[in-house]
């Protein structure tokens, strides 16, 4: 699957295809899926872009479908396509983490509307996945006993704190704080601990 896109998964082909022309219509690029297995079949958690799904589908439902892509870690934001008696089931959905809901025979212009702020949503939340990804990444390039020495400096203790602590002299502190901002590519202290606030404050590597 292309990594960012609209997909949409409906039973009714007349109902893909129009969808697929409303949203090539306002320069949304999408993809249909006829079953709600099959989009799964292909379904990762790195997906990008926005689902629009039908509630009501033979074999596996809407709903069903989303609560797999959950389980699967997929958060893809998820807008509903419904009939009036599915509301119900929409309002859960939206109570479980989908992104919103629209009843059939919905108004053209506001669905693509929608599509757009869950497509704006979801770069947003892939953004800052890839900076978690990246910042992982150089985490891992740490060595253990620079790895130590960070989460001092983390704590604002001085090198020669560091150095009594570890049990190295103040000039091994030094080069490891090098090291450490090199490979953390910032430039300070205060930038490193920026830095790993995206993380949550998490610095285990």
């Given amino acids: 699957m292309n990594n960012v896109i609209t997909h949409v998964v ?3 082909p ?3 295809d129009a969808l697929q022309w409303l949203l090539k219509s306002r320069g949304v690029h999408s993809q249909a899926w006829d079953s709600a297995a099959v989009f799964l079949s292909g379904a990762s958690a790195d997906l990008c872009g926005c689902l629009l799904l039908d509630v009501r589908m033979p074999g596996m439902s809407g709903i069903e479908l ?3 892509l959950r389980a699967l870690g997929c958060s893809l934001p998820v807008i509903f396509l419904t009939g009036h008696g599915d509301v119900p089931m ?6 479980d983490g989908a992104f919103d809901f629209i009843e059939k025979p919905y108004d053209d212009n506001a669905l693509v509307d929608k599509v757009l702020a869950a497509i704006e949503h979801d770069a947003r939340r892939c ?3 890839s900076s978690a990804r990246l910042l992982r990444q150089k985490l891992d390039q740490l060595t253990q006993r620079e790895h130590e020495v960070m989460l001092r400096i983390l704590a604002g203790k001085l090198n020669k704190v560091i150095a009594d602590e570890l049990g190295i002299a103040m000039r091994t502190v030094e080069v490891h704080r090098s ?3 090199e490979k953390m590519q910032v430039r300070s202290a205060v930038e490193l601990s ?3 606030g995206a993380l949550g404050g998490s610095t285990e590597s």
């Fill in 179 to 181: 090291h450490i901002f």
């Fill in 14 to 16: 007349a109902v893909r």
């Fill in 127 to 129: 953004a800052r996945e």
């Fill in 66 to 68: 989303f609560d797999r």
């Fill in 90 to 95: 929409a309002v859960q959905a939206l109570k």
């Fill in 194 to 196: 920026q830095v790993l």
């Fill in 10 to 12: 409906d039973d009714d």
